[in-house]
């Protein structure tokens, strides 16, 4: 978007709420996700159907630098190769802030990110009243509280592998375990789980007795891969994901969008919050990203045929979804030597993507 234009595309705010609001319907636009808007606060009194409504007129980009002043409501590609490698899409963040941003937090990129996300779900005074009844009712902010996301169903038929029950609760138990030292007391040990599974709850009930399990059923069968597009469904999702964001620790798979998008609106909450998420199974990541890289620290020879030479000062990128790896290691190419394999985590450090992102000096905040 050019600079001249920003103030005259209010649209653009609103189109990006449609897009979210396919995220939460299964990427359908249809009249079971007519609520969207009433659950989240619009940039300007316009509504999903009427922004649907002008979906046929909507300019698809296929290059950047089509932008112009004119077009107020623009279909942005999905995938960064579709840009021509357009230098600020994540793990992007702005140069200006850069410095700060790398002394303040634990993840620049994702707090970036989540600013965007956390405007974009702004709650409607609707949700935000039932929101707050469902907080009260398990005690978010009173009492410690664990968020467990344990996403099943359809998921492990092609996008992740299955993880048990106890995998999760192991860190669970380990986070209670180091807070309650810190405290010098011992815990109350609560969790909140969200899934689209009800077997989870009922196997954490019987296997975790010494916690308290706090979970709305009613959410969790709405969540069927056959009722989670209607209306009431959507709610649920949504409440889910808010009340992640509000627990103190998170246990999850970032292979899931709603663990992904917890974890970002946790940053727009203030304060560093980017160890307050484990992923059991991939690292961070956002679709359509620009490469993750990270610089060598520590060379490393392989001990195996599935690891990769590193020398001190090597790139390693990944572009795409992180794969599953083994505990300890990261999966990545060697821009040097052009190898792809394992390497340990700790002979590494980020390497951050800090772009010179355009200003906006004529928009009064």
């Not at 099943?152 to 807070?179: G, P, Q």
């Not at 949504?238 to 998008?261: A, G, Q």
């Not at 020398?311 to 505990?327: K, L, R, S, W």
Request: aromatic content about 12%; hydrophobic content about 40%.
């Amino acid at each position: 978007m050019r600079q001249q234009n920003l103030q005259q595309n209010s649209s653009t705010i609103d189109w990006a709420i449609l897009l979210l609001s396919t995220k939460f319907c299964e990427g359908r636009l249809t009249k079971t996700c007519s609520n969207f808007t009433s659950f989240m606060r619009p940039r300007k009194n316009a509504s999903l159907i009427e922004l649907a409504a002008a979906f046929s007129e909507v300019k698809e980009l296929t290059s950047f630098e089509e932008t112009n002043n004119e077009q107020t409501i623009v279909l942005t590609p999905f995938h960064k190769n579709e840009w021509g490698g357009l230098p600020f899409l994540p793990p992007s963040f702005p140069k200006e802030w850069g410095a700060d941003l790398i002394r303040l937090h634990g993840h620049p990129p994702v707090w970036f990110t989540g600013q965007f996300v956390s405007y974009l779900m702004r709650s409607s005074p609707q949700l935000s009243s039932r929101l707050t009844e469902k907080a009260n009712a398990i005690g978010l902010g009173k009492e410690a509280i664990v968020g467990l996301h344990v996403r099943r169903t359809d998921k492990l038929d092609f996008e992740m592998t299955f993880h048990s029950i106890e995998e999760y609760m192991e860190l669970v138990d380990n986070w209670f375990a180091i807070e309650s030292l810190k405290k010098g007391k011992q815990l109350k040990k609560r969790v909140f789980i969200a899934t689209d599974d009800i077997s989870v709850v009922n196997e954490t009930l019987i296997k975790y007795k010494d916690y308290e399990i706090l979970v709305d059923m009613n959410v969790v069968t709405m969540a069927d891969v056959y009722k989670r597009t209607l209306d009431v469904a959507l709610f649920g999702i949504i409440s889910d994901v808010k009340l992640l964001s509000k627990c103190d620790f998170v246990v999850c798979t970032f292979s899931s969008n709603v663990c992904r998008l917890a974890y970002e609106l946790m940053q727009g909450d203030g304060g560093d919050a980017a160890a307050r998420f484990y992923s059991i199974d991939h690292p961070y990541f956002f679709w359509g990203q620009n490469e993750h890289e990270r610089e060598v620290i520590i060379a490393h020879s392989p001990r195996n045929a599935e690891e990769i030479e590193l020398q001190i000062g090597d790139v390693i990128g990944f572009n795409g979804v992180p794969p599953t790896n083994p505990v300890g290691f990261l999966r990545g190419r060697n821009n040097r030597t052009g190898k792809e394999g394992l390497y340990p985590i700790y002979k590494v450090k980020e390497k951050w993507r800090i772009e010179d992102f355009p200003l906006y000096p004529n928009v009064k905040l």
